[in-house]
């Protein structure tokens, strides 16, 4: 669903979530997550609480993806890596990290994460 090259064209900040917007997908993020931004400083973000710096976020608007990486289980971590080198981290987390929404074809694809 996400590709490399796919741009962040959009963040919105909801009562329990954060979606990022990519050109093929939405990301949905409901726990807490990290943001190392193009520096190399690591910033932790919190959603449900909207606790965290969110400037680094709203710099990623109109980047590019250069890789999604997600492991085969629920132990695994969520990794977008940007082609500016700036990396979004969602951990493992006790209760659902989140959706991912998204077209694969003409299909609609939603998936908890």
């Known amino acids: 669903m996400f590709h490399p090259g796919d741009e962040l ?3 919105t900040l909801e009562t329990y979530s954060l979606n990022i917007e990519f050109v093929s997908g939405t990301i949905e993020i409901e726990a807490p997550f990290l943001l190392t931004d193009a520096a190399g400083k690591t910033h932790e973000l919190y959603p449900r ?3 965290g710096n969110l400037r680094p ?3 990623l ?3 590019n993806l250069r890789e999604v990486a ?3 289980t629920a ?3 969520l990794i977008f890596r940007f082609q500016n080198d700036a990396i979004i981290a ?3 987390h006790q ?3 989140g959706l991912i929404k998204g077209a694969v074809g003409d299909k609609l694809i939603m998936e908890d994460y």
């Open 70 to 72: 997600l492991g085969m």
């Open 49 to 51: 609480t909207h606790d």
């Open 57 to 59: 976020l709203w710099d």
């Open 95 to 97: 209760e659902r990290r």
């Open 90 to 92: 969602i951990p493992p």
């Open 61 to 63: 608007i109109g980047e």
């Open 9 to 11: 064209i959009r963040i």
């Open 75 to 77: 132990a695994d971590t």
